[in-house]
């Protein structure tokens, strides 16, 4: 299973991005999906995740101006991020945790860089 991120950039301070998880396959069971960030010297925290049955999770840091969702196959994951701050330039992650054949399994996508800055 291939986790491939896209939509980082740089964006202003207020401003929006959108960013992008897909899942290579399809017979794989998605349990769960995340979206992690890491700044340069700390330590990798979760932003938001998205289960199955729809429920959403944020970190207190992003709650009101994150939101996740994903397509209706679940194939892709999205993060939408408004009202951006230097805070929250980071790399993001994408990370899985799925089911096939009765075991489960933890995938990482690659990172991609967010930069907020004027």
């Known amino acids: 299973v291939q986790l491939q991120v896209s939509g980082g950039g740089l964006v202003q301070p207020g401003g929006s991005l959108r960013l992008s998880c897909a899942v290579s396959?399809?017979?794989?069971?998605?349990?769960?999906m995340h979206w992690y960030r890491q700044a340069p010297g700390k330590q990798r925290d979760l932003v938001a995740t998205i289960i199955t049955g729809g429920m959403t999770t944020y970190a207190d840091s992003v709650r009101g101006r994150c939101t996740i969702s994903r397509d209706g196959a679940k194939r892709t994951v999205y993060l939408q991020m408004n009202s951006l701050s230097p805070e929250d330039a980071a790399v993001y992650y994408c990370?899985?945790?799925?089911?096939?054949?009765?075991?489960?399994?933890?995938?990482w996508g690659q990172g991609t860089q967010v930069t907020v800055s004027s």
């Open positions: 990370h899985a945790d799925a089911t096939y054949r009765g075991l489960t399994y933890s995938y």
């Open positions: 396959r399809s017979d794989f069971s998605i349990n769960a």
